[in-house]
Each structure stands twice: as structure tokens, then as C-alpha cells.
């Protein structure tokens, strides 16, 4: 019998191994998924093929970027069918066709600003485009900011620095953009997602999550927000209930639809289990794909315990009816 996650409208079915690969390859951990018009699916991972594309049934289509990207985290598809890519390991956003073209380099590969410096970038994580197609880019793991930039990469202006105020950050790891142009930023130690202007300037902020990390909104005037949320690391309170990990749904407000995820069972790696989701794309259908970087979340949620060499790192939830 399949497992069925979710409750009312949004209840998913756990598709088990979905994504099928060449002999010999293997993912490593999903930093982040895309899905264009075509329903073909672009998991951005940290194996030797970086960005690897399926059909929406799992078929391996092609890869690209191993002679481009050293350490994926974030996917934006654009419009236009172009991608978005952002490298934290490099400092760079790349926008590229949808077969590895790079188009726009914003950034100087290998070469962060100092920590903390509020200067572009180091280790950013995101990116999002407002209705003008200006370019956001969440910079997080070496910096508390956003910046802004033209639709051809030219610098604008930034906003944010370190802390738990409104408009502060405490590791920025995920944003996106509305129709009417507010940003979403997912401000993922301080267990929220901020709301800003196309400018920056605050507006109100979503507190019902924790440690949100994954962050996807889908297009029109009323978008449905995904959100992984990581669960506690800490000894103090790993595998505390009610915290994740998890997919949880929202409203444009930031209303609670739906969560995804058996929150008894902690993490793990069983169907319905999460360990850290990070990237997670919905297709035409409503399936939901998610990401996981459980290859780097292994020593937190299992401290002494040996790591194994294969992790699972993709999961797709297929949509099925309220009665299903």
C-alpha cells in the first residue's frame, strides 16, 4: 500500500525510486530541483555531474556543468527558459540555457568578499527574479544580505545585516518574488520567512516554521508556497516532535495549508521520512520533488555513527485527490 502524506487538498503519495541514473553515477546529495515547461526535472547536486535532467517519469535525460560548478545550492527557472544557478562554493550566480550555456556570470568565481563584509558575495545561496526581471540573490552562509541587481548582472543595492530584527538576517538561505513584486526571504536560523518592497524595505514576516531552508512559490496572483523546514539538530532536543523535518504548505499569507512529513518517526530515510530538504520544485501536475543534502546532515542527526556511502537525496511526491 502506498503512503499518502499530506491532508485536505494536498496530499501526496511517495513515489519510491524515482530518478533513475546511469550505471556507475550516483547524486551524492540534491542542493536543489527546477522543473521547466516541459515537466523535465533539473536536480543540481554535488556528485561528478552536477546538474542531471529526468522526464517527469524518472528517465535520465542529459547532464551538464562538470566543468562549471564546484559546489551547488540554489536553482532558479527563469521565464524565459533559462536557469539560475548559484554556487556557494565558488561565489557565483551563473544563468544558463537549459542545456549548460552560461549566459551571465555574476560574481568572481574563487573569489568571496570578506566575512561578513556585506559586500557580494560570500557563499550566497539563491536567487529570484521580480516581474522587471531584476535579479535578487540571497548571499547567507558568509553574509547576513540581499542584493539587487539590473537584468544584465549590473549591482544595484543591498539590504540586511546580521541579527534577529526586522530586515536582519541569520544565514539568508532561500528568497523569491511575487507578481506584485514583494521578496520572500526564507531566514533560516532565525525560524522565519521576511517580507519585503522590491527595495527592501520591511513589510511582516511568517514565524509558524523551523529553520526553513527549501522555499518554492508558484507563479500568479496567488501563489502556493513550499517550504522544507530542517529539523533540530542540537543534542539538546534532536528528534524533538513537532519541528520537522518536513514540507509544509502556505498560503501567499503564510497560512498553514498542509504539512508533509511523520513527524513520530523524526528523520530518516523511510518513505515519508525527510533527513534536510533543501531544493523542492513542484511540475505542471502538482508532484512535488524534493532535494536533500542527507550526505552533509548525516553527522548532525547521527553523531558517531558511521556514515554509508549512498544516501538517498531525491524524493518525489506525487499529488493524489482528497479521496484517494
Not at 256 to 264: I, N, Q, T, V
Request: glycine fraction near 12%.
Amino acid at each position: 500500500m502506498s503512503m499518502i502524506l499530506g491532508s485536505g487538498e494536498y496530499r501526496y503519495r511517495v513515489e519510491t525510486g524515482w530518478g533513475r541514473l546511469p550505471s556507475g553515477w550516483a547524486l551524492k546529495e540534491v542542493a536543489a530541483v527546477a522543473v521547466d515547461r516541459n515537466d523535465q526535472v533539473y536536480v543540481f547536486n554535488r556528485g561528478e555531474h552536477p546538474m542531471i535532467v529526468f522526464d517527469r517519469e524518472g528517465n535520465f535525460l542529459r547532464s551538464w556543468g562538470e566543468d562549471i560548478f564546484t559546489h551547488a545550492h540554489g536553482l532558479h527557472m527563469a521565464p524565459d527558459d533559462t536557469i539560475f544557478c548559484t554556487d556557494d562554493g565558488d561565489h557565483t550566480v551563473r544563468r544558463c540555457t537549459l542545456d549548460g550555456k552560461v549566459l551571465l556570470t555574476i560574481g568572481t568565481p574563487k573569489q568571496p568578499a570578506a566575512f561578513m563584509s556585506g559586500q557580494p558575495f560570500c557563499r550566497c545561496t539563491h536567487t529570484a527574479l521580480s516581474p522587471k526581471g531584476e535579479i535578487y540573490v540571497s548571499d547567507g552562509y558568509g553574509n547576513a544580505r540581499v542584493h539587487k541587481y539590473t537584468p544584465d548582472g549590473k549591482y544595484m543595492s543591498s539590504w540586511g545585516k546580521c541579527g534577529s530584527g526586522e530586515g536582519e538576517f541569520n544565514l539568508p538561505h532561500n528568497i523569491h518574488c511575487d507578481a506584485d513584486g514583494w521578496v520572500y526571504v526564507a531566514d533560516r536560523e532565525n525560524h522565519r520567512i521576511q517580507v519585503f518592497d522590491g527595495n527592501g524595505k520591511y513589510e511582516t514576516q511568517w514565524n509558524n516554521l523551523h529553520r526553513p531552508s527549501a522555499f518554492h512559490m508558484t507563479a500568479g496572483r496567488c501563489p502556493i508556497c513550499f517550504v522544507g523546514e530542517i529539523g533540530p539538530y542540537l543534542g539538546a532536543n534532536r528528534g524533538f516532535p513537532n519541528l520537522g523535518p518536513r514540507i509544509s504548505i502556505l498560503d501567499k499569507n503564510g497560512k498553514l495549508l498542509s504539512r508533509l512529513g511523520l513527524e513520530d518517526r523524526a528523520f530518516g530515510q523511510e518513505p515519508g521520512q525527510f533527513m534536510s530538504p533543501h531544493g523542492i520544485a513542484p511540475d505542471s501536475r502538482g508532484d512535488i520533488y524534493v532535494g536533500e543534502v542527507s550526505f552533509s546532515a548525516w553527522p548532525s542527526l547521527y553523531p558517531g555513527v558511521p556514515r554509508p556511502d549512498v544516501i538517498r537525496s531525491l524524493q518525489k511526491l506525487v499529488r493524489v485527490g482528497a479521496n484517494e
